[in-house]
């Protein structure tokens, strides 16, 4: 049996993995075609799907009109044998409604301050 079906993690667990992870690094094109690579926060959808909000004109957004390629890669681990991430290709959207962004941005707070923002 190869090495890599041996760690491989199961779609559970990838889904867990991503759930846990701290930050996410955000992975989109420049005008160049080089790399621009961002830690970002991010909650992940019972589908899998990841969500992060950024302002509408960061570079990472103006990246994604252009060109809606990316890649995201969380990670963890010291130790080489402790080591283990996740890589995702895909396209992404980027959404402008209000309600959705709002609802966003209270999930990501949940998340990162352990609890519904006050108001």
């Not at 955000?26 to 991010?42: C, E, F, I, K, N």
């Not at 992060?52 to 990246?63: D, H, V």
């Not at 959207?93 to 962004?101: F, H, Q, S």
Request: hydrophobic share 35%; glycine share 6%; net charge neutral.
């Amino acid at each position: 049996m190869q090495r890599r079906k041996e760690i491989a993690l199961t779609p559970a667990e990838q889904q867990q993995f991503l759930e846990e992870s701290h930050t996410i690094i955000l992975s989109t094109l420049d005008r160049q075609g080089y790399p621009h690579s961002v830690a970002m926060w991010y909650v992940v959808d019972p589908d899998g799907t990841v969500l992060m909000t950024t302002f509408a004109k960061s570079q990472k957004a103006l990246n994604l009109r252009r060109d809606p390629r990316c890649s995201l890669l969380v990670e963890s681990g010291r130790k080489y044998e402790d080591l283990k991430g996740i890589l995702v290709r895909g396209r992404a959207t980027l959404e402008a409604d209000t309600e959705r962004v709002l609802d966003l941005l209270e999930r990501v707070h949940e998340k990162y301050n352990r609890g519904p923002a006050a108001g």
